[in-house]
Every structure is written in structure tokens, then in C-alpha cells.
């Protein structure tokens, strides 16, 4: 975050994003785990929220939090490649080619098929992402 130069943080208070209330069927308890990050992102008056997991909590926090909350989101949910690949594509973040040799890239089920999320890490991957197959 330094190298693109994005004031940041990390709060503790509000760190754990998933979606566990999901996957046990109480969209009620989901609320209470998404509220809280919520809740902390506008505390820090939070443009954007970036959700740095394979995509459970980025469902929840992307497509169904607004509901949850009640209203629309203050603020912007981005998985961190989505994020990582403006930043490359705007020159604010320069990467440097790796090393030669295979690449493997396997995407996160929830953020790819559900989210859509299947450019920004193909985009940070480099030239040879072109030869991945989806």
C-alpha cells in the first residue's frame, strides 16, 4: 500500500471478514459479522475496503452487505487484486517481471465465480497470464 501511496489500515477491531453466518444458514448472525466491519470502515471514514481472501467474505461484504446494513455502503468492497490491478494500470504500482519459469494460478472459487473477479489477478500475474486457461 506504501508504493502507491494509500493511507491504510489495519483494525482490529474489525479484521475477520467471513461469512460464517452463511454457511449456518442465520442471516441474522451475518449481519452482526458483517455490521462489524461495517461499522469499522465508516469509523475510519473508509473509502474502500479490501477483502484479501479467497472470496467468502467478499460475497458477503460485496453483493449482500448493503442489504444486511440496511442502506447502501458508504464505501467501496474490492477484492485486493481488483484493487492491486487499477493501481498497476493507473502507473501507480510498477512491478517487476518474475522469475522466468512455469506459472500456476488457480482462481478463488467465490471471488472468480461469483464475483467475476478473473482479470485483476491475470493482470498481475504478467504477460504469460495470457496463456492461462480460465
Known sequence: MLHVGAKCT??????????????????????????????QAIACKAQILLVPECGHAYAALRWEAADLYGK??????????????????????QLKPAAVGATTFQDPCESA???????????????????CRK
Open 10 to 39: 489495519f483494525r482490529s477491531d474489525g479484521l475477520v471478514a467471513e461469512n460464517y453466518g452463511y454457511y449456518a444458514g442465520g442471516k441474522a448472525w451475518q449481519r452482526e459479522i458483517s455490521r462489524r466491519l461495517i461499522d
Open 113 to 131: 465465480r461469483k464475483g467475476g473477479v478473473n482479470d485483476a489477478p491475470r493482470a498481475l500475474i504478467g504477460p504469460w497470464a495470457s496463456s
Open 72 to 93: 447502501p455502503l458508504p464505501f467501496k468492497v474490492l477484492q485486493v487484486t481488483e484493487y492491486l490491478a487499477a493501481q498497476l494500470q493507473s502507473g501507480r504500482l
